[in-house]
Nanobody
Framework: QVQLVESGGGLVQPEGSLRLSCVAS????????MAWYRQVPGKQRELVAT???????NYADSVKGRFTISRDNAKNTVYLQMNSLKPDDTAVYYC??????????????WGQGTQVTVSS
C-alpha cells in the first residue's frame, strides 16, 4: 500500500519560514519524481515545485527564489523549504509521487495534505 505522509505545516508570520516533509512508503522512492502542490478552497490545485529522480528541480514563478525542493532517497523523504512566506502562500500543501511524470494518471500518488497559514 502506497502512503505519502506530509508534516511540518502550521501557522507562521509573514516573512517567516517553514519546512515541509513528506515520507513515502510502498514505492521504490528513488524511481519516482516528486512534487509539491498547493490548493486554496475554491481554486484549482497548483503545482509548486518538482524534483526528478536525478534531482533536477523546477518551480512555479510565484515561489522561485523563496522555496527549495529537495529529496533524501535514503530516508524516502522529499522536503519543501519555504522562506520569506507571504499571506498568498496560505494553502493546503500536498505531496505527489509520480512514476511517469506529474501529468500521468498511472502510478501517481498523493498525500493527505498539510495546512500552511501565513498570517500576522
Amino acid at each position: 500500500q502506497v502512503q505519502l505522509v506530509e508534516s511540518g505545516g502550521g501557522l507562521v508570520q509573514p516573512e517567516g519560514s517553514l519546512r515541509l516533509s513528506c515520507v513515502a512508503s510502498g514505492i521504490s522512492f528513488s524511481s519516482y519524481g516528486m512534487a509539491w502542490y498547493r490548493q486554496v478552497p475554491g481554486k484549482q490545485r497548483e503545482l509548486v515545485a518538482t524534483i526528478t529522480r536525478a534531482g533536477s528541480t523546477n518551480y512555479a514563478d510565484s515561489v522561485k527564489g523563496r522555496f527549495t525542493i529537495s529529496r533524501d532517497n535514503a530516508k524516502n523523504t522529499v522536503y519543501l523549504q519555504m522562506n520569506s512566506l507571504k499571506p498568498d502562500d496560505t494553502a493546503v500543501y500536498y505531496c505527489n509521487a509520480n512514476l511517469f511524470g506529474p501529468s500521468s494518471s498511472t502510478a501517481n500518488y498523493w498525500g493527505q495534505g498539510t495546512q500552511v497559514t501565513v498570517s500576522s
